[in-house]
């Protein structure tokens, strides 16, 4: 495959959440494998599934796949990096500096600012420094989804200038001395990234709108970065094996329809497309099939049982959600998994019935107006925008802490300020201050996916002492966030996943993460699901059969469980939540059954 014969030694898949990339990384890895190189597959998401697709417990260092002779892989995990960052940085005053010193540094590192470079300091690594992975011929790197990877790439570029620029020794990190120790590895990490002898960046999208969209603003944005090599895989693409399933000619309808809108930038590039396959890319053998699979060519493994458990309709949550009047709803899960669309369709559907509704995103790579569509009286949408946030944060402290200080002193605060750690502070604060809109009526938040989400709740506590550092005080919405997402009958919290063992698996441990926190779920969404659904076409009969297994993981997981059909993207979002609608398509399935 060309695809294949053209790898550099650094390879970077990234795109939009639920494309596929840890699939097809894997998929690529384990072929170069075949091919005779040896091959370190690297995941840098806070959220990974490494494990599961490749079915190997991994760890934070380099694992052999015993199945795939020369393949190994690794987990960076940003909760063990954070800590040996800490201690790292922390060791050499131990003993130099008072107690009370050493505490206020450990306080300044425990923000989730500091896991995300901590991350990134196990990156640089294996980018910048060549005898951490000179027994491999290819590393390939599974990026988390499109807007924290695009921050991981900015990393280097931003530290780098700060470091230059800053004369004060601290900054929301603490200690600069460790920092600029690494400075050499960062300023070499970057050079590998801009470097198309040695380094291809992977666009990943399936053949919708939506995500090719994202794809696109993925190359512009990356092509600003300086990385100038970059091909685009099509994963997922399907061609209806028979023409009297309305459904599968609708799915390739979608796809053909999306790929004929192929902006300009990514008609440009090289492209490799892949089939939408019957089975689920978890495993070695699977993985094995995806990079020479043609959707006609593909062995059907024996059918699981279906289900005969019936699931109610989305509509069905409406008269829980809506009980007390007001409040936060938020969905959760996997990047990719429909979390915008249930938002916008709760947010409008709960405008119908006469509530006040704020509906706005927490995701870097924000798609909550483009799947709205048309204005709809009675709903106001934002987003977060990290760049605005941190502009009024930093005024904010600049006119708070700042007043008072000499010329030196404010000169030290403003390039505290200018570190990238505060943008994570300021958008923290954008988001209590939405939760806190929930006393006057409905707020709906389609967050980010999963791993930043939890950094974002991880954040609460530990940044009750950042803004103390800096501003002085706490705002009373932040104070009364955690309280509010515990508060079940204030905040509920809707996991939405797909029928797939990717996507279940990894909220099942979102929601054991919440749990800890004393933060429980009200209730799972399974989104696009073909269960309900009368389909005949051999590949989709085979995936919709294979959706028994995880519908009764979910119910067994779950306190509420809501089913969504598989639907057109031109479906009206109201259609999501007809019962009539969901009821007649469910009978129609089960008297077509296999």
Same mark, same amino acid.
């Given at each position: 495959m060309d695809f294949l014969d053209r790898a550099p030694r650094h390879l970077f898949f990234t795109g939009k959440g639920g494309v596929g990339k840890t699939s097809v990384a894997c998929a690529t890895a384990i072929a170069l494998a075949d091919r005779g190189s040896r091959v370190l597959v690297v995941s840098t998401d806070p959220a990974s599934n490494l494990d599961e697709v490749l079915e190997t417990e991994l760890v934070a260092t380099q694992t052999a796949i015993r199945t795939v002779p020369?393949?190994?892989?690794?987990?960076?995990?940003?909760?063990?990096?954070?800590?040996?960052?800490?201690?790292?940085?922390?060791?050499?005053?131990?003993?130099v500096l008072p107690d009370a010193a050493i505490r206020s540094i450990e306080e300044q590192l425990s923000g989730a600012c500091t896991v995300e470079?901590? $991350?990134?300091? #196990?990156?640089?690594?294996? =980018?910048?420094?060549?005898?951490? &992975? *000179?027994?491999f011929d290819h590393v390939i790197f599974d990026t988390a989804p499109t807007g924290h990877t695009l921050r991981l790439l900015e990393l280097p570029a931003a530290w780098t200038g700060f470091l230059e620029s800053n004369v004060g020794g601290t900054s929301c990190l603490g200690p600069l001395a460790g920092l600029k120790e690494q400075q050499s590895l960062y300023d070499a990490s970057r050079c590998a990234l801009v470097d198309a002898a040695r380094t291809v960046l992977v666009l990943v999208s399936r053949?919708?709108?939506?995500?090719?969209?994202?794809?696109?603003?993925?190359?512009h944005e990356l092509s600003g970065l300086g990385v100038v090599r970059m091909e685009l895989v099509i994963n997922g693409l399907f061609v209806a094996l028979d023409a009297t399933d309305e459904v599968a000619v609708a799915m390739e309808r979608r796809?053909?329809? $999306?790929?004929? #809108?192929?902006?300009?930038? =990514?008609?440009?590039?090289?492209? &490799? *497309?892949?089939?939408?396959?019957?089975?689920?890319?978890?495993?070695?053998?699977?993985?094995?099939?995806?990079?020479?699979a043609t959707q006609d060519t593909i062995e059907h493994a024996p059918l699981d049982a279906v289900i005969t458990a019936s699931t109610p309709p989305l509509s069905a949550l409406l008269p829980a959600l809506e009980a007390s009047g007001?409040?936060?709803?938020?969905?959760?899960?996997?990047?990719?998994?429909?979390k915008t669309s249930v938002a916008v369709s709760i947010a409008v559907e709960l405008v119908r019935r006469g509530h006040r509704v704020h509906l706005t995103t927490t995701d870097p790579a924000a798609h909550v107006v483009e799947a709205l569509g048309d204005a709809v009286s009675g709903l106001t949408v934002n987003r977060?925008?990290?760049?605005?946030?941190?502009?009024?944060?930093?005024?904010?402290?600049?006119?708070?802490?700042?007043?008072? =200080?000499?010329?030196?002193?404010?000169?030290?605060?403003?390039?505290?300020?200018?570190s990238p750690c505060t943008e994570e502070i300021a958008v923290f604060r954008a988001f209590a201050r939405t939760v806190d809109e929930g006393e006057q009526g409905f707020v709906v938040i389609d967050t980010a996916p999963t791993g930043h989400t939890l950094l974002l709740l991880d954040a609460a506590e530990a940044y009750h002492r950042e803004v103390l550092r800096t501003a002085g005080h706490a705002p009373d919405a932040v104070r009364r966030l955690l309280p509010r997402l515990r508060d079940a009958a204030f905040t509920k919290i809707l996991i939405v996943t797909l029928p797939e063992a990717t996507p279940v698996h990894e909220a099942a441990q979102l929601q054991r993460d919440l749990v800890r926190a004393d933060i429980h779920p009200f209730a799972w969404i399974i989104n696009q699901s073909l269960m309900p659904l009368a389909v005949t076409?051999?590949?989709l009969v085979q995936r919709r059969a294979r959706e028994g297994r995880f519908h009764d993981e979910v119910r067994k997981l779950a306190q509420r469980v809501a089913l969504i059909p598989w639907t057109d993207t031109r479906t009206s979002r109201l259609e999501l939540l007809s019962t009539a609608d969901a009821g007649l398509a469910r009978a129609s399935a089960a008297q077509t059954s296999p």
């Open positions: 020369r393949l190994s892989a690794l987990n960076i995990d940003p909760e063990a990096a954070a800590l040996a960052y800490r201690e790292r940085t922390v060791a050499p005053y131990r003993g470079i901590a $991350a990134f300091d #196990e990156f640089s690594k294996l =980018l910048g420094a060549a005898a951490a &992975t *000179q027994d053949p919708e709108r939506s995500a090719l969209r994202e794809a696109e603003r993925t190359r796809g053909v329809v $999306a790929l004929r #809108e192929l902006p300009e930038g =990514l008609r440009l590039l090289p492209r &490799t *497309q892949l089939p939408l396959l019957s089975f689920g890319l978890v495993g070695i053998r699977a993985l094995r099939t995806l990079l020479a007001h409040g936060v709803i938020m969905t959760m899960g996997k990047g990719g998994v429909g977060i925008d990290p760049l605005a946030e941190t502009r009024a944060y930093s005024d904010e402290v600049m006119k708070t802490a700042g007043t008072g =200080l000499d010329a030196a002193g404010r000169a030290l605060l403003e390039e505290d300020l200018r076409d051999p590949v």
